[in-house]
């Protein structure tokens, strides 16, 4: 059986849940607390140098780290990984996508407001996690105005992607009243066979 270390309320290790879950993929969770120092034990970092999670350990002992290659891994042969090259790119696509112009200004704006203390000078890194993280939010608008997910007309592990932080924006400051075609997409990954919440 696969077990699965991460952080509940993490946006990355939900996201490997959620593919988990949709796959009727058996697994053991292990929670791993991050701000409690958690993955920079000595056993920890046996399993993910990096000392992050989620990290993923296979039936085999050997672990893989990352949450989009974890989701890449989990749904390879799936209906969640489309089989065509362009399809499979357009995939990749979106998932560079959601780690270099989404998640480092949604999930960061998250991170501070959300677990770091109100008098915390992270605070001043906000408006300008904002303002790219609006970007990124209007680049999603634009697409979802003509497309009803991110990749092959179908739901996919780039939906799962983008939504693990999208659908908790507002805990990072950002108003999602702005993009109706953003919250109608959140609105039908939630209504994906075996759909899980975060926490």
Known sequence: MLTIYGMSDSGNCYKVKLAAQQLGVAYRWVEVDSTKGE????EFLARNPNGKVPTLELEDGSFLPESNAILHYLADGSALLPAGRMERARVLQW?????????????VARFILYYLPPDSPRRAELPRL???????????????????FFAAQKYTI???????YTHCAADGGFDLARYPAVKAW????????RFVRMG
Not at 158 to 164: E, G, M, S
């Open 95 to 107: 998932m560079f996508f959601e780690q270099y112009s989404h998640e480092p200004y949604v999930a």
């Open 130 to 148: 904002h303002e790219r993280g609006y970007q990124a939010l209007s680049v999603m608008e634009q697409h979802l105005a003509r497309e009803p």
């Open 186 to 193: 959140l609105a039908r990954v939630e209504q994906q066979p």
């Open 39 to 42: 993955t920079r034990t000595r």
């Open 158 to 164: 780039a939906d799962i992607a983008l939504y693990a």
